[in-house]
């Protein structure tokens, strides 16, 4: 942090950066958030040595200093690529799922809101949850999920704004962590053109739910009876998996569409049905092994709202302490590596 150029302000600082960095990510280790808490810290004796610090800043100054360094990129680029160095020399296990007998880690990109309601916050706007607060897209490495990459986001910004960019910088840092293959796992809010390409550009393996948009479940039904496999799973509920060939948008590149699509004639209590009910599910993947361990693979994609949760109350960070958006951001950045010493920690207990 040193390394980052400080403002005139605090050059005759005898606070360093390192100092302000340090001493925050202790205090995000103990979930605590909020800038005054450091003042409990500031003749600690323990936290100073813990740390490595030699001065442990007041509150006015911490809340400065962040402030004045979230207007660069420098300490928010920092903070990633420690992060991901902190995983590569402690040659930390990465849990990989397998595909047949390769296995691969699996990359969870995704959107978890923040609720600040009834805060005057810079960014603060409505998300797709319904409350007021932000939507910052994360990215998860592994089945652990070893925190990669992190953008804060307004509310109301829809989630593929800004991901084919957030994508490439996460595929670069989860690369400083292995050289195992990736397996990129997305939901439909993202399934981009641009996303597919940048995947194949970096030769990211990907399953990618797809928006329907005005597919209808007729027209998928049609197509898995013509070239899918069908499983009768009950009397009455046949489940048709497979794959068509298609292209991504704009490009004339072919592309593989894995579906499943379900017909229920009679429903679960024995009732037949007038009108059969169908519902489809369809997914853009590099892969091409069983439709149902397609589904499988991205089933587990869930997982990761357990490490938005974890974010939000182990670190106590769902409500961010600054009232403006850039500082906010620079916080989020300072959690993902706090989150990524905590789980570090773990490991070794």
């Known amino acids: 942090m040193n390394q980052a150029q400080p403002s005139k302000t605090q050059r005759n600082s005898n606070i360093s950066n390192r100092d302000v960095a340090l001493s925050y990510i202790g205090l995000l280790c103990q979930g605590k958030n909020d800038f005054d808490h450091i003042e409990a810290f500031r003749e600690d004796e323990f936290f100073r040595y813990a740390l490595n610090v030699d001065n442990v800043p007041s509150s006015p100054t911490l809340r400065q200093r962040l402030n004045q360094a979230s207007l660069i990129d420098d300490w928010k680029t920092i903070l990633l690529e420690e992060s991901a160095n902190l995983i590569y020399r402690m040659d930390a296990a990465i849990t990989p799922v397998y595909v047949g007998n390769t296995p691969y880690l699996p990359l969870d990109m995704d959107v978890s809101p923040f609720d600040n309601s009834n805060t005057m916050k810079e960014g603060v706007s409505r998300t797709y949850k319904g409350s007021d607060g932000y939507a910052p897209m994360f990215a998860y490495l592994g089945q652990e999920g070893y925190g990669v990459n992190v953008e804060l986001r307004e509310g109301s910004v829809h989630s593929q704004k800004g991901t084919p960019e957030f994508l490439q910088k996460t595929i670069e840092l989860a690369r400083r962590m292995t050289n195992q293959p990736i397996l990129l796992r997305m939901d439909s809010a993202c399934d981009s053109a641009d996303n597919l390409k940048i995947c194949m550009i970096n030769k990211v393996d990907f399953i990618i739910k797809r928006n329907p948009r005005k597919e209808t479940a007729e027209d998928w039904l049609s197509i898995a009876k013509d070239s899918g496999i069908c499983l009768e799973e009950r009397p009455g509920k046949n489940v048709y998996m497979g794959y068509c060939l298609s292209t991504i948008k704009g490009t004339g590149?072919?592309?593989?569409?894995?579906?499943?699509?379900?017909?229920?004639?009679i429903d679960k209590d024995g009732q037949i049905l007038l009108v059969p009910e169908i519902e489809f599910d369809t997914y853009f993947t590099s892969l091409f092994v069983p439709t149902a361990k397609i589904v499988e693979l991205y089933e587990y994609h869930g997982t990761s709202e357990q490490f938005h949760s974890e974010l939000k109350t182990d670190l106590d960070l769902e409500r961010l302490p600054s009232g403006k958006f850039a500082t906010n951001d620079l916080i989020l950045h300072?959690?993902?590596?706090?989150?990524?010493?905590?789980q570090n920690s773990a490991s070794f207990l």
Not at 253 to 263: D, G, N, Q, T, Y
């Open 334 to 342: 300072f959690g993902l590596f706090a989150y990524r010493v905590r």
């Open 253 to 265: 590149v072919p592309i593989h569409i894995a579906f499943k699509v379900i017909e229920r004639a």
